[in-house]
């Protein structure tokens, strides 16, 4: 299972409570990694941390889960999309699964100041290409801590054989 743009959140924890032993977590920053470490204590020995971007990443091996916590709607220009395609086709075993969760197509427009390209479960599939089928989706709406709504689009595909 990779996390891509894990940053500090529990999922690995989650992961881990439920017997998952092959768990590595990538961020651009080594800051929330650290802050993961730290809580998950001495547990933090069996997840692997890659600090770093995504679009250069070379895991060394193939993995059946990749999870994208929110970066994917960062990479708003062709060849950061064609590079983030590059790194999941070279790291995601052929009849694995890969979860994007992206702003939704009416999320917001910029997120910490940031541009996002905004995706429906349709567009994700479209910019994915052929050789990845969608599995399920869902829309999702998410209250930040200044009360403020988000709305996001989760899809899961498996990418084919």
Do not use: I, N
Request: charged share 25%.
């Amino acid at each position: 299972m990779l996390e891509v743009g894990g940053g500090a959140s529990a999922l690995v924890d989650g992961l881990l409570d439920r017997g998952y032993t092959d768990v590595t977590v990538v961020d651009l920053s080594e800051g929330a990694l650290a802050k993961v470490r730290e809580r998950l204590g001495p547990r933090a020995s069996g997840v692997s941390f890659r600090q770093g971007d995504v679009r250069a990443l070379e895991l060394g091996r193939p993995v059946d889960v990749w999870h994208d916590r929110a970066v994917f709607h960062f990479l708003t220009t062709e060849e950061d999309r064609a590079s983030y395609h590059e790194t999941l086709a070279r790291t995601l075993r052929p009849g694995g699964h890969v979860v994007l969760a992206t702003f939704a197509l009416d999320g917001p427009e910029k997120c910490s100041g940031l541009p996002v390209q905004r995706y429906s479960p349709e567009t994700l599939g479209q910019t994915l290409g052929d050789g990845y089928h969608l599995v399920r989706s869902l829309d999702h709406a998410h209250v930040t801590p200044a009360q403020k709504e988000q709305r996001f689009t989760y899809a899961a595909f498996r990418r084919e054989a």
